[in-house]
């Protein structure tokens, strides 16, 4: 599971940002960089909430839209995430 986790992230991520991960080196991020996508997760009563916020560019302020998911507490919260990562990568 956590190749496919790997994979995924990978897949999301361009090929430049990786290879200061994969040598090795980490370089610091500008605090202005505005993320395009932020994952949450929440305690819940039989579960948990994966709340999901994607960035779009406007010119009169940032424009947040929030998704929020519920995992139900049989099912990993691993794969839950790769679920949704994979489909995060599928509507951008």
Do not use: C
């Not at 980490?26 to 996508?37: A, N």
């Not at 932020?38 to 039989?46: E, H, Q």
């Not at 994607?54 to 839209?65: E, F, L, M, S």
Request: aromatic share 6%; charged share 25%; net charge positive.
């Amino acid at each position: 599971m956590r190749k496919l986790l790997n994979r995924v992230i990978q897949w999301a991520l361009r090929d430049e940002d990786m290879r200061g991960l994969s040598s090795g080196k980490l370089e610091t991020v500008r605090s202005d960089s505005i993320p395009s996508f932020r994952i949450g997760v929440m305690k819940a009563m039989n579960g948990r909430i994966l709340e999901v916020s994607t960035y779009k560019p406007n010119n009169h302020g940032p424009d947040w839209t929030t998704e929020m998911f519920i995992v139900p507490e049989d099912q990993s919260l691993t794969q839950a995430l790769t679920t949704l990562l994979v489909m995060k990568g599928l509507n951008t």
